[in-house]
């Protein structure tokens, strides 16, 4: 009445979710709902489930099937006279028979569990046939005991299934050879002998499904062997993985942390080189205009060089959660103004037709002003530089992103646009990206304006987009929430600044 010794690999038992780990594994998780991958945890626990299956779950079935047996036969033969003393004697022969193996298998190596449990479940078979001897012999309908050995399709392979039918058939046999031999009984062995066919052909049949159910076993541990090799790999990748980015985070630090270092070392002697002509140039009034053209050549490339220097040291920030926003009211027009100031000596030196509209109707907005400045001259200012008589256009607008009101700023020129394979390459917006070297060569520049533009608009809550068509120009979308959300943008330290005259109140945002 009980299952084999030996129980097949499960999913459950493979992955270690049903019981703790054993606590000479302390590397192993104690929680039931982990996934248990180390070896020898994984042996141990099967180890122990087979130990507790053989010793306990399989004695406390046999228990429970001899006595569901005993009630049968009593059911049977309580009506017959004089039957007491043989139910009594049948319980006793069961209770001694189940106890005792019971404890030989609680007593015996843990090694030699397993054989021993199959022993006893040899032995059933015999056992039972005192219940079948009892209910009529010959005649009795519990002649099919023995295929319940056979029916266990849950954890028997085929040859134990055709080992048990063999017992089961030659404990029926001997318990009709007892009935003829010693009791006297004459048997009328051609119907007996179907009896046996039918055992024999259902124990054969049995076994043949106790293959396919041995062999979908195997088919699902190795399933579950191969998924948690498969698990350990991924895990150990995840922390070879989690290993570089740190490594690869660190040593961007440490790269922003000493370009910016440098580059502060390069601008102090950068301004002193550009205050030095300015003074040259105004004071030196006697000598020709040669002096003047140099002085001015010397002033144009420091001035290029402390802009290059200047954004090196805002990615390095931007790239550490070091750059600081002065959150405060400011009118849209006064910005545009101020960042078209800056770029219209480049939009004249290419000859090209500056266009605004919509400045004023966009109203105000409550962001970085100086940031929002900062990107607009980076995107009138590629515009112009990658244009050459042609036309460059800035509208302004209001328009809902989101659900949310925001200012739209969109800088659309006529100039050399770039084909799709450049484009996906400059919406990366990677830091020292071009669309091609050759691009870099003609028109200079180091591929950090697009990259700084697009971290300082997401940093304020807003976004950056990109369209081109090569030999057709380029537009750039940068979209700007009017107000920060309540709280200040996620990831943000605020505090407070004391009102400027004619500024508002604004306050003064560190991202941390």
Known sequence: MSADARPAADPADAFGRRNAPPASHPEVAADHGSITLDGEAIASRKADKQRRYTTRQVPALRLLGFTILWLIVAASVVSTAGAWPGLRALGVTFLI?????????????????????????????????TAVYMTGGEASWLYILPLMRVSDQLN??????????????????GMLGYRQVVDGQALVWTSQAGRIAFLVGCGGYLSMTAGTAERLRQQLANAVRT????????????????????????????????????????????????????????????????????????????????????????????????????????????????????????VRANRNVLEV????AAGTLTADPQKVRQILVNLVGNAAKFTSHGRVTVRCSRTDCAGEPHVEFTVTDTGIGMTPEQLARIRRFEPFVQADGGIARQFGGTGLGLTISQRLAKLMGGSLALDSDAGRGCTATFRLPIAPPEGGWPGETQTERAVQPGAGVGRETAVA
């Open 357 to 360: 509209s919509g400045a004023e």
């Open 156 to 173: 028997t392979s085929r040859r134990q299934a055709l080992a048990f039918t063999a017992i089961g058939v030659a404990a029926y046999v």
């Open 97 to 129: 028979y189940g106890l005792g193996s019971w404890a030989a298998l609680r007593l015996v190596p843990h090694r030699w569990t397993g054989p021993a449990s199959l022993v006893f479940l040899g032995l059933d078979p015999f056992i039972w046939m």
């Open 227 to 346: 998924a948690r090799a498969s698990i350990r790999r991924l895990q150990e990748q995840s922390v070879d993985l989690h290993d570089a980015r740190e490594r690869a985070e660190s040593a961007s630090r440490a790269k922003s942390q000493f370009l910016a270092s440098v580059s502060h070392e390069f601008r102090t002697p950068l301004n002193a080189i550009i205050g030095y002509t300015e003074l040259l140039h105004e004071e030196m009034t006697s000598v020709g205009p040669q002096v003047h053209e140099d002085l001015a050549l010397i002033n144009r490339s420091a001035q290029h060089l402390r802009g290059l220097i200047n954004d090196v040291i805002e990615l390095s920030r931007l790239e550490v959660g070091r750059s600081a926003l002065d959150v405060h009211p400011f009118a849209a027009a006064s910005v545009v103004a101020d960042a078209l100031s800056v770029v219209m000596p480049l």
